[in-house]
């Protein structure tokens, strides 16, 4: 991949938080770290998918590639152009090409503005469109785009149904013609008969659009759908990436075969022979992460005393990057897990029903409105 081919480049990202208290003067205590070290790159027309589980900080990566929160240190590199240290009139012209889709379209679309209003903004912010008539024909033409009908230029967001909302906040997104589009859990507060279409409608638009994605869900088949390469971070940091088939079917990092074997298989016999692996405890806290490996107080191979004392870092395995001190010799079988902070069981195995670990749902309503 040449560097014309890459749109996004995210080098060592950090955000640190700070933790305040005190009644008089605010004194900094510690720091959350919600993206500690992240590396990635985005090529041109491609979709990067993340996931993780609930506070892992992958809506703060998507900001703060967007700089919509200021980073604590690293680069984010768009189009050749590094953002973190761009004078704030350029970032602001820069924008245009960044645009961003939310997951609660209700709470993300003002329900005092119409749809016209709603579009117009972003036209008028970047100086869009010379007057009126102009700007109605490029509204009409995103309109358009994503499905919806001329006459709903006049309504308001509560007059929708949940996809038809969503369709706008996608809308509101691509009138400015951008080139990245970072979707935060797109389709989770939809109903499943209504995600296929917004899943369907976002490829389709990166087909004729040229769109490249991020795209943020702790929905594992949405990714896999729509994903050509998937990351899955862990308190803050990327364990491990891969092409999306590659990463469902030989999952390297114990954390990802963790969440990859809390995936129902279609196949029933297949199913019933599945190997679930059980994490114990709590995502520990991103204020105080566990030294060494961060995954090391809940990982099942976890070995004395390289995974407590050194932090491992990404590495190339095989066309995946994984970070993991032990991962040839886990995929090998060479390791097997033990109970230190895990259960492996088996669904045959009889016995008390294994409960598989899933990424908890972040807060959304469910909507079962047709789109
Ligand atoms: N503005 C903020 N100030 C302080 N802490 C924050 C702020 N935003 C996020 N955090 C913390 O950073 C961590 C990562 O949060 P983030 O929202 O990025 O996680 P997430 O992976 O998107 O979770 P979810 O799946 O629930 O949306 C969490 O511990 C969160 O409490
Ligand atoms: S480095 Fe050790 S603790 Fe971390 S994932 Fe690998 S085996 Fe588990
Ligand atoms: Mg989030």
Excluded at 51 to 77: D, F, N, W
Excluded at 179 to 204: H, K, M, T, W, Y
Excluded at 228 to 251: I, Q
Aim: with cysteine.
């Amino acid at each position: 991949m040449t560097d014309n081919d890459v749109l996004v480049e995210v080098r060592d990202l950090k955000v640190h938080f700070p933790i305040k208290r005190g009644v008089l003067f605010d004194r900094t205590i510690g720091h959350v770290k919600a993206v500690d070290g992240v590396d990635l790159r985005i090529p041109r027309g491609q979709t990067y998918g993340l996931v993780g589980e609930s506070g892992c900080g992958k809506s703060t990566l998507g900001r703060a590639l967007l700089q919509l929160t200021t980073p604590t240190g690293g680069e984010v590199v768009f189009d050749g152009v590094e953002l973190t240290t761009l004078p704030p009139a350029r970032l602001r012209a820069m924008r245009r090409r960044m645009q961003m889709i939310f997951q609660d379209p209700m709470s993300s679309l003002d329900p005092r503005q119409n749809v016209e209003s709603i579009l117009t903004e972003g036209l008028q912010t970047h100086g869009i469109g010379g007057n009126r008539d102009e700007r109605r024909a490029i509204i009409g033409e995103a309109l358009d785009k994503v499905g919806l009908p001329r006459w709903a230029l006049s309504r308001y967001p509560h007059e929708f149904s949940g996809g038809q909302r969503q369709r706008i906040g996608i809308a509101r997104a691509v009138v400015l013609g951008p080139e990245l589009i970072v979707a935060d859990e797109p389709v989770s507060a939809l109903d499943v008969s209504i995600q296929a279409q917004v899943v369907n409608l976002l490829d389709e638009l990166q087909e004729s659009l040229g769109l490249t994605y991020l795209v943020i869900a702790h929905d594992l088949a949405v990714v896999r759908h729509i994903s050509d390469t998937v990351g899955v971070m862990y308190l803050g940091a990327l364990v491990e990436e891969a092409p999306s088939d590659r990463l469902y079917t030989e999952p390297l990092h114990p954390y990802t075969r963790a969440l990859m074997s809390a995936v129902p298989v279609p196949d029933p016999d297949v199913e019933d022979r599945r190997e679930r692996i059980l994490l114990a405890g709590d995502l520990p806290s991103p204020a105080n992460p566990p030294a060494g490996c961060r995954f090391h107080t809940r990982c099942p191979w976890a070995q004395p005393t390289r995974c407590t004392d050194e932090r491992p870092v990404l590495r190339d395995i095989g066309g995946s990057r994984v970070a993991c001190h032990w991962a040839e010799r886990i995929a090998s079988g060479e390791l097997r897990p033990h109970n230190a902070g895990a259960r492996v069981a088996r669904a045959s195995s009889g016995g008390e029903t294994p409960e598989p670990v899933s990424i908890p749902a972040p807060t959304g309503k469910a909507d079962s409105a047709d789109a």
